[in-house]
Structures are given as C-alpha cells and as structure tokens.
C-alpha cells in the first residue's frame, strides 16, 4: 500500500485558475513538506509544516498556500496560476527524530498550466 | 552563497561495473548529508545520510557514500551496478540545528547502467 499518497497524477489547468493539490501520508510522520521539480530547475523546496505549523516557506508567491486540515494532510492550493507553475510537485514527510534528513516522497502530482 | 553542486550530468557503466557519483557542497556550518535515487516517473527514495563519525555510510541495495571534510565532498559509490540501478540520483544537504527542515538538493546525476 502506498505510505504516501498523492492525488491526482496528473493536472491539467488553464492560466488563472486555481487547483488544489492533495497529499495524505500514513508513516506516522509529524513533518511534511512540498518540493517542486521543472524542466528549468532543480529540485526546490517550497514549504515545510511540523505538527500542522508552517516552519519555512521558501516560495516568494503567496499564490502558493499550503492546508493542513489533519495532521497526516497537507494540501497545496495554488492560485491565478501561469504557464511557470507547470512542474511536478511532490510532497515529503519525515519523523522529527530523524532530524528531518531521511524524508520520504510521493509519487508526485504533475501540472500542466495552458 | 551556499551550494551542492553534482558536477556530472550524466554517466554511463555497463553492469558489473564500479560507479562513483560526485557531490560536493559549499556549506558555512554543521550539515546533515543524503543521498536519494529516483526513477522515471517515480518519487525520491532516500538512500543514506551522514552526520558525524566514521565517514564511509552503508545504504541499501549496495550503495555507499564516502564524506571529505578536506575535499567538501560526499560522494556515492557502487562496487557492482545492475541495470535496476538506473536512476537520476540527487545529493541532498540539510543545515543542522533548529527546525529547519529544508533540504537542498543537487541538479542530479543521471545514471545509464548497459547490459
């Protein structure tokens, strides 16, 4: 069974909507994270949350904002999106006590933007 | 400026053969270093970290990586490659200390295992 799911697969929206990408994990795990990964860049750290609290925000858009409804959730909702946003984003958890360097990923949900 | 740099895009062994993946990073302070793998269409595994004490790191599936105070370098070694072993592989820092969990990572290394 998969440890974290991400859904959907795949996405695909046109300029200025507005989507909201889900992750659920079920390791246990009180830290979770959002990474995105493009053709134009590495892969780059977006958000960390740590029993639903924000910890870093490393996105200069606020049209990226993450929701922690239960502490094993943290969806993406992304905003007037724009061409740029096209990328696979993947979610991550890790334990506290693994001093947050062993993370483990979803499969990631890929977004194409018209 | 704080950078980890994997300075091959790309490298190609037949199975059977030994590889050596290159990372080396610019960091001011205490690290925490990782190795993960992914496969087309897949998510990051995580392979092995390293913190402190004896630099050479044991991971899964065979793999080991080797940490350089000196050289800057964590790099990441297989003594016999399979063809399943081929990935892109990403070098991971995280800064210890404090409840920054950020990790950054690599471009990654695009490893092509031939039979």
Redesign the interface.
Known sequence: DPKIIQKPKYLVAVTGSEKILICEQYLGHNAMYWYRQSAKKPLEFMFSYSYQKLMDNQTASSRFQPQSSKKNHLDLQITALKPDDSATYFCASSRRDSNYAEQFFGPGTRLTVL | TQTVSQSDAHVTVFEGDSVELRCNYSYGGSI?L?W?IQHHG?????LL?Y?SGNPVVQGVNGFEAEFSKSDSSFHLRKASVHWSDSAVY?C?V?E?GG??????????TKLSVKS
């Open positions: 925490y990782s993960y897949h998510g990051l595994q995580f970290k913190y990403f991971a995280r210890s409840s920054n969990a950020k990790l950054t990572f690599g471009k990654g």
